[in-house]
């Protein structure tokens, strides 16, 4: 997952607040169940003074369902191409002082012969469990927790490195398999005092995978990855919950290891202070900055600011600038594996980046476009470089690294029952020699309809998606990278009220068949077709 440029281990994902990757690195999104996800929440540009290192381009919070007051529970069933099938089920009970919820969601998903020979079809299945619950005590004390498991088996092809063209590269090979395990736990216990100006929190989380490649010899990998933390946040004028002018301090711990090799292990502890504030006129201003002392590598001093004004016929105009870092992986620390060799030498990559764009309502209110101007500068950045024949190591490249590009957001309601959305994102990345960055699009076009259908009992929503100007690495002659075909496809999904507790649902992925790849030698996705049934009481 890419934001804006950055490297996929530049993007935090957490899963309800806690990091996915345990250890380090990016986590891998692949068979990611999303039944019973609440939202999803996308914060763009540096945002290391919260969230710390590896949130250099952005942050992703994935939320999972809680329930509201009362009694609910639902189920889902669908079956699709190929034999793929998914399930799930949720159920929860809230009252006034707090509430317990439970979901699980269970998919086979047959998948693809990534390599394009009408072989195997590479699987997924994932099971994930997730209990959630919380307490209030008293007037001004609450407590609550958060236990995630996931187990993941998946198949993945091999790679023929005497390939001679893009379609020998990739190799079907039905014997490669891999099992992923993960645990995310989290325990949290939250104050009010001063009558609700000043609220605390203090929690602890705990992420543990487990990956076991079925084919390697060093045999299972666990990464984990802990946190306590604190905040207390201060509202200047009122509860600090709805205060206009907020200041929150944090403090925080955390320590990442990997059972692969105990120089893995390293810690850092974090101080932060930030002030968010909103003013009667239209202008909201948030300010920050975060010291982190760690084990390993230097000492690091970030810092973000954010302003945002509206004006009084609707127009928005918002900025932020700030500086982000990021620690090199364990993988290009200390690898000795694929014909790579770590470098223990490597220093955290550094960025500063600026933001500025404007939102414009227009008919009244019934649309708006958000155009926005972005631009990186990315120190130290680390890559791959050759040693022999076949041979690679890492270094930290001398210079700067610039992203620079356009995004665009727009969303219009045509009618009362018509809905139309674009994205469309404009990017310039090169590394300090000016060489194209890999697999960054330079264009990406999203277009969107929803239409209400059946007296509102019913939807129909199409997307389109296309990608333009991607260049990929070739491990195979001439071994230059080269622009991928460009292409476009289309999603197709509906749903229908069969009952006022049931729904019909349909997916189509990949409409019009489109052959294309964002990885010279992989293969996308052919059409699939899901149908299946929401049930909610």
């Known amino acids: ?24 690195g990016e986590y891998i999104l692949s068979g990611l169940d999303i039944a019973n996800i609440e939202r999803i929440e996308v914060l763009r540009g540096p945002q290391s003074v919260y969230y710390g290192s590896n949130a250099s381009a952005g942050v992703i919070n994935i939320i999972t369902r809680t329930g509201g007051e009362g009694t609910e529970f639902s189920a889902s069933a669908e079956a699709g191409s190929h034999g793929s099938t998914g399930t799930s089920v949720f159920a929860s009970a809230r009252g006034a002082r707090g509430g317990l919820s439970f979901s699980f969601s269970n998919r086979h998903d047959a998948g693809w012969d990534f390599s394009g020979d009408n072989g195997e079809r590479d699987r997924i299945d994932r099971a994930t469990a997730i209990l959630k619950g919380d307490i209030r005590l008293g007037e001004s004390l609450t407590l609550g927790f958060n236990l995630r498991r996931s187990d993941e088996h998946y198949d993945y092809d ?7 063209d893009a379609a020998s590269y990739v190799v079907d090979d039905p014997m490669l398999s891999t099992s992923r395990d993960e645990t995310t736990f989290s325990a949290y216990a939250e104050h009010e005092m001063l ?3 000043l609220a605390q929190r203090l929690s602890y989380a705990l992420t543990d995978n487990t990956e076991h490649d079925y084919v390697a010899v060093a045999g299972p990998v666990k990464t984990g990855t802990e946190a306590y933390k604190y905040r207390l946040g201060l ?87 700030g500086t982000g870092v990021v620690n090199p992986t364990y993988f290009e620390l200390f690898t000795t594996s694929f014909g790579f060799t770590g470098n223990p030498n490597l220093q955290p990559e550094t960025n500063e980046s600026f933001d500025i764009g404007v939102e414009v309502p227009f008919m009244d209110g019934r649309g708006t476009v958000d155009v926005t101007y972005f631009n990186e500068n990315l120190e130290d950045e680390i890559t791959a470089v050759p040693t022999g024949p076949g041979t690679f190591s890492f270094i930290n490249q001398f210079g700067t690294s610039s992203r620079e590009g356009v995004e665009v957001e727009g969303r219009f309601a045509a009618t009362d029952a018509i809905d139309l959305r674009l994205s469309y994102t404009y990017l310039d990345a090169g ?15 999203g277009l969107g309809v929803t239409a209400r259908t059946f007296g509102g009992r019913g939807s129909v929503t199409a997307d389109v998606r296309h990608v333009a100007d991607n260049t990929d690495a070739r491990f195979f002659p001439p ?49 699939t077709i899901h149908v299946g049934f929401d049930a909610n009481w």
């Open 235 to 321: 509202g200047l004028d009122g509860a600090a919950a709805s205060a206009a002018h907020l200041v929150n301090l944090l403090v925080e711990h955390q320590q990442d290891s990997s059972s692969t090799n105990p120089l893995f292990r390293r810690m850092s502890d974090a101080v932060a202070v930030e002030y968010r504030g909103s003013f009667a006129n239209g202008l909201d201003v948030q300010a920050g900055v975060r010291f982190e002392d760690n084990s390993v590598f230097a000492d690091a001093t970030t810092w973000n600011l954010a302003a945002s004004y509206a004006f009084a016929n609707g127009v928005r105009v918002h900025a932020s600038a």
């Open 195 to 197: 009558d609700g100006r």
């Open 1 to 24: 997952m890419r934001i804006r440029g950055g490297e996929s281990n530049h993007t935090l994902i957490l899963i309800d607040g806690v990091e996915a990757a345990g250890g380090d």
């Open 431 to 445: 590394d300090p020699g000016g060489t194209v960055e890999l697999r960054r699009p330079k264009h990406e076009l």
């Open 479 to 527: 071994f230059t990278p080269a622009r991928l075909p460009d292409y476009t496809v289309v999603n197709l999904s509906a749903r229908l009220a069969v009952t006022d507790d049931v729904d019909a649902t349909l997916r189509i992925e990949n409409l019009l068949d489109e052959t294309y790849s964002d990885v010279w030698g992989y293969v996308g996705r052919d059409r």
């Open 158 to 164: 091999a790679t023929n490195f005497l390939a001679v």
